[in-house]
C-alpha cells in the first residue's frame, strides 16, 4: 500500500458488521478467534470460526459497542476491542486481575491491522480514539496488555 491515507476511526456498530467481516476475513484473525479469547478464553479454540464470529456478531448487537474499526477512506484497516473490563471475564481469570479500587476499568484488549497497513500508524490512531471513547463512557480507568512479540505470534 502505498500513498497518504486517509484515516477515520469509527465505533463498531451493528451497520458495519461487514466491514469487520471484510477486515477479519472468513476465519478470523489469530486462529479464528474473532475477540472471543478474553471473553470465553482458550474455550474459543475448541469452537469453529462460525461459532465465534456468530457469538461476536451478537457482542456487536448489544450496548456497549465493542470497539472501534478505523478506515482509510471506505476499506476496514484496523480493528481495536474497547470496552468494560466486566465484559471479558476470562480475563480475571486468566492474568489474575484484581480490582484494587472497585473501579470501573475499561480494557483494550485485542488490536488487528490489516496486512499492508501496518507500521502506518493504524494502531497510534485506534489507541487514541480508544482513549477518546473510554473517556466519552466515563470510564474512570483505562487499562491494555500490550504483548512481546518475541514471546508471541499473535503480534506478526
Not at 469487520?20 to 478464553?41: A, K, N, Q, T, V
Not at 481495536?80 to 479500587?101: E, K, N
Not at 485485542?110 to 501496518?118: A, E, H, P, Q
Request: aromatic share 10%; with cysteine.
Amino acid at each position: 500500500m502505498s500513498g497518504k491515507m486517509r484515516l477515520t476511526v469509527r465505533t463498531l456498530t451493528p451497520e458495519l458488521w461487514p466491514a469487520l467481516e471484510d477486515l477479519f476475513g472468513h476465519e478470523g484473525p489469530c486462529r479464528r478467534c474473532w475477540c472471543m479469547y478474553w471473553r470465553i478464553g482458550a474455550a474459543y479454540r475448541k469452537r469453529t470460526a462460525e461459532e465465534n464470529r456468530a457469538a461476536f456478531h451478537e457482542i456487536v448487537k448489544q450496548e456497549p459497542p465493542p470497539g472501534l474499526l478505523a478506515f482509510d477512506s471506505a476499506n476496514a484497516v484496523g480493528w481495536c476491542q474497547v470496552t468494560p473490563r466486566a465484559a471479558l471475564s476470562h480475563l480475571d481469570r486468566t492474568w489474575r486481575l484484581r480490582r484494587a479500587d472497585g473501579v470501573p476499568v475499561w480494557s483494550l484488549s485485542c488490536f488487528y491491522v490489516r496486512i499492508g497497513y501496518r507500521k502506518r500508524g493504524v494502531t497510534a490512531a485506534l489507541i487514541a480514539a480508544a482513549l477518546k471513547a473510554a473517556k466519552k463512557a466515563e470510564a474512570p480507568a483505562r487499562e491494555a496488555y500490550p504483548l512481546d512479540a518475541e514471546k508471541t505470534p499473535s503480534t506478526s
